[in-house]
């Protein structure tokens, strides 16, 4: 089987992890557009190359981050996410805007 | 003097089922499996023991290792250790901010009722319910790397797992927390489940010890 290094609990059979998509700057979910913010939700770029991503172990619940070349599928590095996250991403309350009437 | 069964209490173990066999004891409001016509002896060669119903507790968050230190409880330096207190408990740290705590069977695990009174830190330190979302088997005995190696891909002998290390994998296809401890001298792998998987990796453990002479022991096996 293909075996993931997982940065807390060391290399484990690929089929204890689940993929979690790209790993992406959010937008500003207050002031982005709408297209912005459905780009960020549900585009992917699918490039050909090595792309990062979130990836789960989910026996022990854990997100990291792994750097995989998507065509040789090879696993280039695994890392925690408080190297690229340093704090936590907080979220006001959007003030609140007038309903668009029909 | 009526015998005690685990229908006589509302709070069971997950796998109350499979020990009709057994002669029970009261054990934090439950029964617990205390005597299966088998004893030490079994237990040194391949023992199966539910220890479901002894309480246990978790924290998470940054200031979850400072509060089980104010509780004078070890914390393991690293991720995937365990500590084993003086009073008994067994700690594990199960990443940088999760520890959860094993009550002792000797106190009925009473330590785990007075830390869980315990006030938390004002932040940063949050309570885990493992009590009820996991499930507390035991394997003890001489053959506990080869009885896991035909159930989890994870290498589980001594050099690469020794004494007070932890695995968080899969075995028999579900998610498991594996400690490797010691019960008064006696070879133990904890294995911690998803309590709904219980009566299944039950039955898959006492499979994968069949060839091992394994049986399904109680509490008093360990003395």
């Known amino acids: 089987m293909k075996i993931m290094p997982c940065p807390l ?45 979130w990836w789960l172990h989910a026996a022990s619940g854990y997100w990291f981050i792994a750097e995989r070349h998507t065509v040789t599928d090879e696993i280039i590095r695994t890392y925690d996410p408080s190297e690229i996250f340093k704090e936590r991403v907080e979220f006001s309350a959007e003030p609140a805007t007038e309903e668009v009437s029909a | 003097m009526s015998a005690i069964t685990p229908e006589s209490f509302s709070k069971r173990s997950f796998v109350y089922r499979q020990l009709s066999a ?20 079994q237990a040194m060669q391949a023992g199966l023991l539910d220890l479901s119903v002894l309480p246990r507790t978790g924290f998470r968050g940054l200031n979850a290792a400072a509060h089980l230190q104010a509780a004078g409880l070890p914390v393991p330096a690293k991720p995937n250790q365990a500590s084993v207190a003086d009073s008994g408990e067994l700690v594990l740290r199960l990443s940088q ?14 330590r785990i009722d007075s830390l869980n009174q315990q006030p938390l830190p004002d932040s940063n330190c949050y309570p885990l319910y493992c009590q009820d979302s996991h499930a507390w088997l035991t394997l003890t005995g001489a053959h506990l790397p080869a009885i896991m190696a035909k159930v989890c891909g994870v290498d589980l002998r001594e050099e690469a797992f020794p004494l007070g290390s932890i695995a968080q994998t899969s075995a028999a296809r579900i998610n498991v927390v594996i400690v490797n401890h010691q019960i008064n001298g006696l070879p133990c792998f904890t294995v911690l489940c998803d309590s709904a998987a219980a009566e299944y990796l039950w039955e898959c453990l006492l499979d994968a010890m069949g060839e091992f002479g394994g049986e399904v022991i109680g509490s008093g096996a360990l003395s």
Request: aromatic share 10%; with cysteine.
């Open chain 2, 97 to 110: 901010k999760e520890f959860w705590v094993l009550g002792n069977l000797a106190d009925e695990g009473a």
């Open chain 1, 9 to 53: 609990n060391g290399p484990r059979n690929i089929s204890e992890f689940v993929h979690g998509g790209e790993v992406r700057e959010m937008p500003n979910p207050i002031s982005c557009t709408d297209r912005e913010w459905a780009e960020y939700v549900f585009y992917s770029d699918n490039q050909a190359g090595i792309v990062t991503e």
């Open chain 2, 22 to 41: 057994a002669s029970f004891t009261e054990v934090a409001g439950a029964a617990q499996a205390a005597d299966l016509k088998n004893g030490r002896n």
